[in-house]
């Protein structure tokens, strides 16, 4: 049995131009122990979805609906007193920019400590002690005399650490990281990734893993969810995104990657278009109007399902016959999406 | 730290100097009328003004007369007579700080009592019916002018003339020293009335930065960690939310201080201060002027001064050399 299972969630903004369909319909699940990485552009719901797990989102202007059953309880359904106690608990989250995500007047140590005090009914010396324990197991150096810093005091790749203690103080059943390195340098990128990935051997945490960067879910993950302007696209294995991608929004992601191994292309690809507005999204698939392989079919929604019998978990949402979309996706000898004549 | 105090105290004695410094010239360039006349009385002959021209130091020219004033000062702490009523500048204006601290005090507590709650339901509840009823009764309130709500209140509640006597009303101030219950109770109508337009600006003021805040990252972190909500909003959201409020409330403190105060103390006839500088400048008494705005000027620059420290402990961000 999974330990979350999302299904058919939808995130609804009531807003002044009308109504923004934020997530339009989005399941899936993770396991104990796995990384699940979510990929898509800014604004395709990615953020959305997983902070609603969490009721983050709840608010007058919100509608939701849809269930994420976790532990055998749903916690889209369940009232906020008994989601805060999941929250930094089961389930933690950290985000994107470290700087703004912690509070700047209260010591790293204070915010660790409130942290743990929320959910263990332990002493304030024990808790300090555990923050400090927390501050050494992700790596900040003398943690006995950073634990008292403020978090301006701490550089951005430090910062990040001392939110990821702070997600880890309650030993969290599942970790969400809503692009955690977005915020950092490249270097910094690769060193808290690597953290993750080591505290996620030590801890058997499960981990959903939120990020633009197709780089980064290369790197960390299990399993891919390709969304796309608030619906999945495409979910499979790592390599089943990689290897044999099946929809052309995934093909344009990829075909967008700069690689090493080909020579520098004249211009970067990139997918032609913007991404549709959520307040009125096109009729039918979302990806229509940027995509060249277009055809009357595509006016009706493409059901997200596996189009190839041989590998049964690898769903996507797209009308055209797996035999096409293998010669469609090669551009260039690689992996692309076709830009139509300018 | 340290050496930022002492860089921020002598410029403020600086300051003090050069506000003295424009109070004299100003009184000089404008025309006030002889203050040697209006003290020898209608009946005085040329050679009487002479007289009390020369003894007051005015036949001296203006640097000289500046020069006097600041020696004095400095030396013995002496702002000079008052050439109105002889006495020392100094002892009119001790008598008469108390009676505007007590004012002024006061208030600010009612004001701050009130700004806190309704700003940060009202922020916490945008858009709901405690919300818009607090925001329209604050529009009202700062927009009434105080004569007016200090008449109204006076019309209601006062015990000689008012509709439901339950409060003292004009001119029953006594000093604290002359028993607690009789000096609070004679000064609640004027407390409310100066707290009022005060505590719907800092209701407004507190709403609006706490709104800003809720918004912030860090207080979806809080909301991440799993803490209550209340916590949420005490702890993380208010904490933040009071930095500009302090500034705010120090600069106000510092002009009721100096005399602005005035409507309030002339509408429940309270003798503060306010009301002696509003006598000197109608009878052209320099002394009392020029005493006065020093003192206003020593409030704000010591209530900026007191606000900047604050900040250093409010703000762990920010850091004086």
């Not at chain 2, 004695?13 to 100003?26: E, K, N």
């Not at chain 2, 008469?96 to 009130?114: E, H, K, N, Q």
Request: glycine fraction near 8%; charged fraction near 20%; aromatic fraction near 8%.
């Amino acid at each position: 049995m999974s330990l979350l299972q999302v299904s058919d969630l939808q995130v609804r903004f009531e807003t002044e131009d009308g109504t923004v369909k934020a997530v339009d319909g989005v399941s899936f699940e993770v396991d104990a122990g796995e990384t699940l990485g979510i990929v898509g552009e800014s604004g395709c719901g990615k953020s959305v979805a997983n902070l609603t797990i969490l009721g983050l989102t709840r608010g007058q202007n919100t509608t939701v609906s849809g269930s994420a059953m976790f532990e055998g309880e749903d916690l889209i359904a369940t009232d906020t007193e008994q989601l805060q106690r999941v929250r930094g608990n089961e389930i933690a989250m950290i985000f994107q920019d470290p700087l703004s995500s912690l509070h700047p007047f209260y010591k790293v140590g204070a915010q660790l400590v409130e942290a743990i005090t929320v959910h263990q009914d332990i002493g304030r010396d024990k808790a300090r002690a555990r923050a400090v324990e927390l501050l050494e197991l992700v790596g900040v150096p003398a943690p006995e005399r950073r634990v008292d810093d403020y978090p301006h005091e701490f550089s951005g790749g430090m910062r990040q650490r001392a939110m990821i203690a702070m997600a880890l103080a309650n030993d969290p059943k599942l970790l969400i990281a809503d692009e955690p390195t977005t915020a950092l340098d490249v270097t910094t990128q690769a060193q808290i990734l690597q953290l993750l990935e080591r505290l996620q051997d030590e801890l058997g945490m499960a981990v959903i893993l939120v990020t633009h960067d197709l780089g980064v879910i290369a790197e960390t993950a299990d399993r891919v969810l390709v969304m796309y302007a608030g619906r999945i696209v495409e979910q499979g294995t790592l390599d089943e995104i990689f290897y044999d991608p099946q929809h052309p929004y995934t093909w344009g992601l990829l075909g967008s990657l700069t690689r090493l191994d080909r020579p520098r292309p004249e211009r970067l690809p990139q997918i032609r278009g913007l991404p549709p507005s959520l307040l009125f999204p096109p009729e039918g698939c979302h990806f229509r109007p940027r995509c060249p392989h277009v055809h009357k079919q595509c006016e009706k929604v493409p059901p997200l399902e596996s189009r190839l019998p041989e590998a049964p978990a690898h769903l996507d949402r797209c009308w055209l016959e797996p035999e096409k979309k293998r010669s469609l996706r090669v551009v260039e000898d690689r992996i692309g999406l076709e830009e139509p004549a300018a | 730290m340290l050496r930022y105090i002492v860089r921020r105290v002598l410029w403020g004695i600086g300051l003090l100097f050069i506000v003295s410094a424009l109070v004299f010239l100003i009184f000089y360039a404008l025309p006030s009328g002889d203050p040697a006349a209006a003290r020898a009385g209608r009946l005085a002959t040329p050679q009487e003004i002479d007289r009390i021209r020369e003894t007051l130091g005015l036949d001296k020219p203006i640097y000289v007369q500046y020069w006097y004033y600041v020696r004095d000062l400095i030396l013995h702490f002496d702002f000079g007579f008052s050439y109105e009523s002889n006495a020392p500048v100094r002892e009119l204006i001790f008598d008469r700080l108390p009676a505007t601290m007590s004012l002024v005090s006061g208030a600010v507590i009612l004001w701050l009592a009130a700004a806190f709650p309704v700003g940060i339901i009202s922020a916490v509840r945008q858009r709901s019916a405690f919300d818009r009823a607090t925001m329209i009764t604050t529009l009202a309130l700062y927009s009434a002018p105080v004569f007016w709500l200090g008449l109204v209140l006076l019309y209601l509640f006062a015990d000689d003339i008012g509709q439901f006597p339950i409060f003292p009303g004009q001119g029953t101030y006594t000093p604290i020293s002359s028993g607690v219950f009789h000096w609070a109770s004679a000064l609640i109508l004027p407390w409310i009335v100066l707290a009022g337009a005060s505590a719907a600006i800092y209701a407004r003021y507190l709403r609006s930065s706490l709104i800003d805040v809720m918004g912030e990252d860090y207080i979806r972190t809080a909301r991440a960690k799993g803490l209550g909500e209340r916590r949420v909003i005490m702890r993380h959201g208010v904490r933040s939310a009071i930095t500009p409020i302090v500034t705010l409330l120090g600069i106000d403190i510092g002009l009721l201080l100096a005399g602005n105060a005035i409507l309030t103390e002339s509408v429940f006839n309270i003798p503060g201060v306010g009301r002696l500088v509003f006598t000197a400048i109608d009878r052209s008494d320099l002394p009392v002027i020029q005493g006065v705005v020093l003192f206003g000027a020593f409030f704000i620059i010591t209530f900026s001064l007191i606000v900047d420290i604050a900040y250093a402990y409010l703000d762990p961000r920010v850091r004086y050399a």
